[in-house]
T-cell receptor
Framework: DSGVTQTPKHLITATGQRVTLRCSPR?????VYWYQQSLDQGLQFLIQ???????AKGNILERFSAQQFPDLHSELNLSSLELGDSALYFC???????????FGPGTRLTVL | QKEVEQDPGPLSVPEGAIVSLNCTYS??????FMWYRQYSRKGPELLMY????GNKEDGRFTAQVDKSSKYISLFIRDSQPSDSATYLC????????????FGTGTKLQVIP
């Protein structure tokens, strides 16, 4: 158990809908990272927050947004969902100043 | 062309064999190199972390980085069925908050 929690574990929704994924980092970690993992693209970095501020951005679509709250939990919002958004979404946390990222169990999103 | 390339496998070996997993990368700025292990439907977990070129050993695992050829390797000695998983290499440059770029992963099966 990495200490990172993600909810929900599974999410099934329809195209055009909006969903919110939630992540609680390990105690003491200030950084939260979001990743998308699909079969053909592998693990793709989406965005990083450090102590409430956006720090790095990867291949995140404009339909997606994230934020980190004062209690350091983070939410990833996915809107106008498309079939291709079906994937595993992982959150990872870390101290922010080194390379160790601890991954949560993921949220499996299925868009029908 | 992806920044980090990894043979997807699958790679099947008998129990007790020495396993060699490899990645190549194209970005000369990468300074930090990591190997993650991911069991099916679980979040990746950090196995090894190295900085710049050289070797690092941890139990049955040895990570090697050759920056001159942009080649990174993970060796597993005395492989066990419990090593069966997908192994992801990952690279990062020296910037404080830069994103980590993952390979697509190599699926390993250790046969008893």
């Amino acid at each position: 158990d990495s200490g990172v929690t993600q909810t929900p574990k599974h999410l099934i929704t329809a195209t055009g809908q909006r969903v919110t994924l939630r992540c609680s980092p390990r105690s003491g970690d200030l950084s939260v990272y979001w990743y998308q993992q699909s079969l053909d693209q592998g693990l793709q970095f989406l965005i990083q927050y450090y102590n409430g501020e956006e720090r790095a951005k990867g291949n995140i679509l404009e339909r997606f947004s994230a934020q980190q709250f004062p209690d350091l939990h983070s939410e990833l919002n996915l809107s106008s969902l498309e079939l291709g958004d079906s994937a595993l979404y992982f959150c990872a946390s870390g101290e922010g100043h080194n390379n160790e990222q601890f991954f949560g169990p993921g949220t499996r999103l299925t868009v029908l | 062309q992806k920044e980090v390339e990894q043979d997807p496998g699958p790679l099947s070996v008998p129990e007790g064999a020495i396993v060699s997993l490899n990645c190549t990368y194209s970005n000369s700025a990468f300074q930090y190199f990591m190997w993650y292990r991911q069991y099916s439907r679980k979040g990746p977990e950090l196995l090894m972390y190295t900085y710049s070129s050289g070797n690092k050993e941890d139990g049955r695992f040895t990570a090697q980085v050759d920056k001159s050829s942009k080649y990174i390797s993970l060796f597993i000695r005395d492989s066990q069925p419990s090593d069966s998983a997908t192994y992801l290499c990952a690279c990062r440059d020296s910037g404080g908050y830069q994103k980590v770029t993952f390979g697509t992963g190599t699926k390993l099966q250790v046969i008893p």
